[in-house]
Nanobody, 115 residues
Framework: QVQLVESGGGLVQTGGSLSLSCAAS????????MGWHRQAPGKQRELVAS???????VYAPSVKGRFTISRDNAKNTVYLQMNSLKPEDTAVYYC?????????WGQGTQVTVSS
C-alpha cells in the first residue's frame, strides 16, 4: 500500500504564490509518476502537472509557465510551485502517485485565490 500526505495550500490573492508538497510512503516502486490534479466545484477533476521518476514533466496548458512541478526521489516527495495565481485556479488539489497501473490519491488540499 501507498500513503500520500499533502501539505501547503490555503488562501492567496490574485497574482500571489503558493506551494504544495506531497510525501509518499509505503510500497513505492522505483519507476513511477507523481503529480497533481485539481477539482473545482461543479467541475471534473483535471490534471495540473505530472513528473516521472526520470524527471519528465507534463503540464496542463492553463498552468504552463506559471506552475512548476519537481520531485525529490530520495524523499519520495513531489512539489508544486504555483505562481501568478488566478481565481480560476481555485480548487481542491490532489496528489497522485501512479505505478504498475495502480493510482494512489492524497486526501486533497484546498487552494483558494481571491480576486
Amino acid at each position: 500500500q501507498v500513503q500520500l500526505v499533502e501539505s501547503g495550500g490555503g488562501l492567496v490573492q490574485t497574482g500571489g504564490s503558493l506551494s504544495l508538497s506531497c510525501a509518499a510512503s509505503g510500497s513505492i516502486l522505483s519507476i513511477n509518476a507523481m503529480g497533481w490534479h485539481r477539482q473545482a466545484p461543479g467541475k471534473q477533476r483535471e490534471l495540473v502537472a505530472s513528473i516521472s521518476s526520470l524527471g519528465g514533466t507534463v503540464y496542463a496548458p492553463s498552468v504552463k509557465g506559471r506552475f512548476t512541478i519537481s520531485r525529490d526521489n530520495a524523499k519520495n516527495t513531489v512539489y508544486l510551485q504555483m505562481n501568478s495565481l488566478k481565481p480560476e485556479d481555485t480548487a481542491v488539489y490532489y496528489c497522485v502517485l501512479s505505478q504498475a497501473i495502480q493510482h494512489y490519491w492524497g486526501q486533497g488540499t484546498q487552494v483558494t485565490v481571491s480576486s
